[in-house]
């Protein structure tokens, strides 16, 4: 063996390239070469490699039947175990050892119902670990759980005091609410280094700013100092004060609070320090008004804005908002702009609601690097407009205009190529 592979550092930096499944840029995923078959050698090659290659090897997971295999609780996938009946399960000491000796390892997992509906052994094993005393990953960084609240149950015992990233999706909560209830509770006590707190709902449930989560998901938010990144179907106003508090929290997704609420965060009264890290918002609108209040009264520089509305956008309140952007020094370093319509069903109309007189306000907005608009209804914009765009945002890089419909005017140009005009050199950007 070479000295050279003796170095920590180098050994790593080779077994990190091999840890990253081999991918093509734009190849089928049929074409993905796992990497566990190749780190699986190398942890079976010397002591030198073992370490660092099992690390890699157990790092990202798709469901805890690895574990239960290493441990013998369930055969090698090869082997058929018998669907759609439950077993009951004692773990023995040395079981737990083992799980133990490989869930320390563990730094990143997705539990979703593609990896629990076969086997009912998975949820019996985590009933199991929940009643010892053993953290089941206590190094784990970041967690997806996307399955019904009836089984939000089997979720504290993959909770660990280092997990830094969680994501849950909920699908029906009428169902099984006071487990997704228990699961945010546990949140600040199992997980005090949490930075990163994503929830996903169903549409359904997306359109319900009073559903029954809402007070317990923003009672826990009040209780993790360390949030930096939140997105959240929506939160309670004291959640909402709780996190422009925080001297780390960076982004914010929600729906935008409404007009009267925000009159109350953000007026004369406000702390001086409130939101003032926030780089990012994203927002879901129900009330243009809201819109207004909230470019009005914003106090921070923001570098990225989503909006998206749940009703149809108007030509009037659409203007407002672009005059709003570029006279308000809170937006004038924004680098990305998303705007959107969630109307769903989707009924396309055919109305034009966006002209290049709409848009040229945001022309002041010189850092602008993404524009998205994405609307439900016609865009009037043509070639010259095209360019008049490129020539006054000369540091833009991507411009999307109604990518999902592509519902244009009849003389709307096809996706093409413009020359931007630099100081120092000429580069081009995709405008679709």
Same mark, same amino acid.
């Given at each position: ?12 930096? !080779? ?18 070469? =796992? %990497? ?5 050698? @190398? ?13 890699? @090897?157990?790092?990202?997971?798709? *469901? ?43 730094? %990143? &997992? ?6 629990? /509906?076969?086997?009912? @052994? ?8 929940? *009643?010892?005393?053993?953290? #089941? #990953? ?19 015992? #993959? @909770? ?16 099984? *609410?006071? $487990? ?8 600040? %006590? $199992? ?18 700013? +009073? ?7 923003? $009672? ?35 729906? #935008? ?7 109350? !965060? ?18 879901? !609108?129900?009330?243009?008004? +809201? ?24 030509? *009037? ?10 006279? /308000? ?10 705007? =959107? ?26 850092? &602008? ?10 865009? =009037? ?27 244009? =005017? ?14 120092? +050199? ?7």
């Amino acid at each position: 063996m070479h000295r050279a592979l003796l170095i920590s550092e180098i050994l790593s930096n !080779i077994i990190g390239h091999i840890g990253d499944d081999a991918h093509s840029g734009g190849s089928p995923v049929e074409y993905v070469t =796992s %990497s566990a078959p190749t780190l699986l050698a @190398l942890a079976l090659t010397c002591r030198t490699f073992s370490e660092q290659a099992l690390d890699a @090897l157990w790092n990202n997971f798709k *469901g805890v039947e690895p574990l239960m295999r290493c441990a013998g609780i369930i055969p090698a996938p090869q082997k058929a175990l018998q669907e759609d009946k439950e077993y009951p399960i004692i773990l023995t000491e040395a079981q737990l050892a083992i799980i133990a000796r490989y869930g320390y390892r563990v730094r %990143s &997992l997705q539990v979703g119902m593609n990896y629990w /509906r076969r086997y009912h @052994l998975t949820q019996s094993f985590l009933q199991a670990i929940a *009643g010892s005393s053993e953290v #089941l #990953l206590p190094n784990i960084r970041r967690l997806e759980i996307g399955f019904p609240c009836g089984l939000l149950y089997l979720v504290p015992p #993959l @909770l660990g005091p280092r997990l830094q990233h969680f994501f849950i999706s909920i699908r029906d909560y009428e169902r099984g *609410g006071h $487990h997704l209830r228990t699961v945010f509770q546990s949140l600040p %006590s $199992h997980c005090p280094l949490l930075k990163n707190l994503t929830v996903l709902t169903s549409y359904h449930l997306f359109r319900e700013r +009073d559903a029954p989560f809402v007070l317990p998901m923003s $009672h826990a938010i009040q209780q993790m100092p360390n949030l930096r990144v939140v997105t959240v179907p929506a939160m309670t106003k004291d959640a909402l004060v709780y996190l422009g508090g925080l001297s780390f929290l960076t982004d914010i997704g929600s729906h #935008l609070p409404t007009s009267s609420d925000l009159e109350d !965060i953000l007026g004369p009264s406000r702390s001086p320090i409130l939101f003032e890290n926030i780089d990012s918002v994203d927002w879901e !609108i129900k009330e243009w008004q +809201d819109v207004e209040v909230f470019t009005r009264l914003w106090p921070h520089k923001l570098k990225s804005m989503t909006l998206r509305s749940e009703v149809k956008f108007d030509p *009037g309140l659409l203007q407002v908002l672009c005059d709003s952007l570029h006279v /308000r020094e809170a937006f004038k370093n924004l680098q990305c702009i998303y705007l =959107s319509e969630l109307i769903i069903p989707c009924r396309l109309s055919s109305s034009t609601v966006i002209t290049i007189d709409t848009i040229r306000p945001l022309f002041y907005l010189s850092q &602008l690097r993404v524009v998205d608009i994405d609307t439900r209804s016609c865009m =009037s914009i043509g070639a010259d407009d095209l360019t008049e765009m490129a020539e006054a945002w000369r540091r833009l890089e991507v411009l999307l205009l109604n990518k999902t419909d592509g519902s244009m =005017s009849g003389a709307a140009p096809r996706p093409q190529w413009v020359t931007v005009p630099r100081s120092s +050199d000429s580069s081009s950007c995709a405008l679709t």
